[in-house]
């Protein structure tokens, strides 16, 4: 055993440590102080001039809002302004939020209440306040968790990063307390429940902001460690999938908006610890910064962020309190200023091109991302750096993204982009809750929706309040009446449909939906066919037995405030409100596009001024009503339908004499099925042939052994194949093609290919034919056996 040590050797001993202890307290103490010192920059925004516009108006604004909650502040027992009470408990998280902009328009420049002692007296009151009757240790919880996990303590946490050394210890001390009841360590304990995905980003910040003014090295780490599990790829539940797909509340798509708070918090977190003791070093990391071009950045068109990935928030518009205009542009401006916050950490070429991707964005946008009401003065420095950067604005992507796992498209050509929205047993048909989007009901049943050249957004003005919900576009629908909030919340609404999905080369698209109604007896195969200026629609298989109508909805365009776009059909000019029109071959809307109908359709023609209010679909909207005008083209079915089906073109942004000589030509689209085993077309111009099978069977010369989407382009004499199983079975799926091959060119490791001459046989990999597969061959004779 080692010998004893004498008591004066110990003292010597523990005497000469002291100073070096000492130093590295101090230096811990040092990089807590840089850390929140990062985060108030990180809120605030370096870099910019505070008298220059546009920040010398945002910091106006605070200082108006500010002294207009110090005038209305009047505490209570149960509140801190009269118009928010703390029960429901997002009166609490109103009551912080202003808070917080008291305290930023006290420590800020410019904002005409910069280090007004009265203002922080007011904001440090409001702040115990809040402290004393609702958010302390020991409190009870009610209503929505997030308020008092996320909401609340974010918006306490900044305040007290601005008013640090002004709260003071104590005050710091029971507000880190506070939080630390509502939001404990094990908060970031199993990757399960409300603490996954963007939750878990946002647990993750609370929780590293209390290590940070608290001074907690290991609760930092804890926070850091924590955002490992959502790095990963999954296969179910809620995260990125290797296709781009991102869900939140397991079956909803969610890209635009929980995707977007994902991407900001995960950027601020980076940011935040770069560099430090806490440095987020897992190489999971990388899979984030892949997202931006794979996940996120085929979900913006023109500076906003599609509808078809934003979930119940499509029904915050304008609210009751006058607050700042939300809507797809602004979602999609603020999607944007986190790809630029994340950029900061990118590798040079990625920084490049991102930088590139968002001047692009600006530059097309009609409305400008530097004006945004919405940000403060931090993005907007951070913004005003990327676009006056050396960086080239990008052109708009073209080709076509399919986002299997939830049951989403995009189809970009030059001039428009379509987006198309589906559900099936994994994906939701729409979400509600929290008094938000009661009404979304059928906008998974193959909602299509398209913008044409010039920017502008047909959804972007009051579209979500005032359309007919029983009548999104592209849909089929049973017209039975449902209850706001049918199917329950949270995502809840599904469908046990299981063929939904489809195949792309990146460039030309077949995908289908085996649709089953909400709450309803409908069933039908609905199919989209994404060419070069086109989508060719097919229905077929449409039964319901409810005892009302069934139709397809061909189109619900808004036509804005006052729009009144001519409408011509088969070469006359229609001016009726309402119409039922027989053997339609073509119609065109001036300044939108138009719709071709291969032989002949029987067309419901209504133009109509409808009028509703955010309030209708959002308890925190607006009650101010809103009149938009529409035109909508309809498809009748009749009254439960027995085998119902219908086929028609869309033509985005074409015009008259393109859409009628479209009409006229019958070289360019061939319907090879229509049916429920098959759905499947053959494109002229670019030797295009797509199926989706249903079931086994052949069309033409395409051959499966089980239910598959096939995708076949030929080009003189080559000809690449493209095959995927949406069924998702994992089972081998055989594809025979009856054409003369003499050579396979390549394929994919996953395809077994045989050749008997006449006939070529790709056989998929069982578990891996839900992915698409690629084969690549050279036709002609003498075919060969291989």
Known sequence: MPPARTRRAFLAAATAALPLLGAQRAAAADEFTALRLRWRGLLLGTGFDPGAEPYAGVLRRTGADARAHRARMNPGPASLWPDAPFDPPAGITLSCARLHTMAQAYVQPGTGLTGDPGLLAATLAGLDHVHATAYHAGAARYGNWWEWQIGTPRLLLDSLALLHDE???????????????????????????????????????????????????????????????????????????????????????????????????????????????????????????????????????????????????????????????????????????????????????????????????????????????????ADLARLAAVLD?????????????????????????????????????????????????????????????WWGPGGDDPYGDGFWPTADPYRMPGTTVSTKRLADNEGGPWGAPGPAARDVGGVTDGTYAAVGQHLKGLSSTLEAHKSWFFADDAVVCLGAGITARDGVPVETVVDHRPLGADGDARLTVDGAVRHERSANLRGVRWAHLEGHGGWVFPGGAEVAV?????????????????????????????????????????????????????????????????????????????LGPPGLTAALFHRAGTVGSLTVSAPASVLVRQRDRRAVLHLAEPLRTGAPVELTWDRPVRRVVAHDASVRVRGTGARLRLTVAPGTACAPHRCEVELGRPAVKF
């Open 389 to 449: 950067g050396p960086a080239p604005p990008v052109p708009p992507a073209i080709g076509h993204r399919l986002f299997p796992a939830m049951d989403r498209a995009v189809h970009r050509r030059p001039g428009w982009t379509a987006s198309l929205a589906m559900a099936s047993d994994r994906v939701a048909h729409y979400e509600n809750g929290n008094g938000e989007h009661p009404r979304g009901w059928h906008t998974g049943s193959g909602m299509l929706t």
């Open 167 to 377: 709260a003071g210890p104590a005050r710091r001390a029971g507000w880190l307390a506070a939080v630390g009841h509502f939001v404990p360590d094990d908060a970031l304990g199993p990757y399960t429940g409300t603490s996954t995905g963007a939750n878990r980003v946002d647990l993750c910040r609370v929780v590293a902001l209390r290590g940070v003014l608290g001074a907690s090295a290991d609760r930092v780490a804890l926070a850091r460690d924590a955002l490992s599990p959502v790095f990963r790829l999954v296969g179910h539940g809620d995260g990125l999938y290797a296709d781009g797909s991102f869900l939140q509340h397991t079956r909803v798509a969610y890209t635009g908006t929980y995707g977007q708070v994902l991407l900001d918090g995960l950027g601020r977190l980076f940011a935040l610890l770069r560099g430090s003791s806490w440095d987020v070093t897992d190489p999971g990391r990388r899979t984030i910064h892949d997202s931006v071009e794979r996940a996120f950045a085929p979900l913006v068109h023109d500076g906003l962020v599609l509808d078809s990935v934003c979930g119940r928030a499509v029904s915050r518009g304008l609210t009751a309190d006058g607050g700042v205009p939300q809507g797809a542009r602004q979602r999609g401006h603020a999607l944007i200023a986190a790809i630029a916050l994340l950029a900061a950490g990118a590798e040079p070429a990625e920084r490049a091109r991102w930088h590139g991707a968002i001047k692009g964005w600006a530059a097309r946008d009609p409305e400008p991302l530097r004006t945004d009401p919405q940000f403060g003065t």
């Open 606 to 682: 209504l133009r109509e001024s409808r009028t509703g209010a955010w309030r209708d679909i959002n308890a925190a909207g607006s009650p101010q009503p809103l009149t938009r005008h529409y035109l909508t083209l309809r498809h009748p079915h009749g009254t439960d339908p027995a085998s119902g089906s219908y086929a028609y073109v869309l033509m985005p942004g074409a015009g008259r004499a393109a859409v009628a000589a479209r009409a006229a030509d019958g070289a360019w689209l061939t319907v090879l099925a229509n049916s429920a085993a098959c759905q499947a077309v053959r």
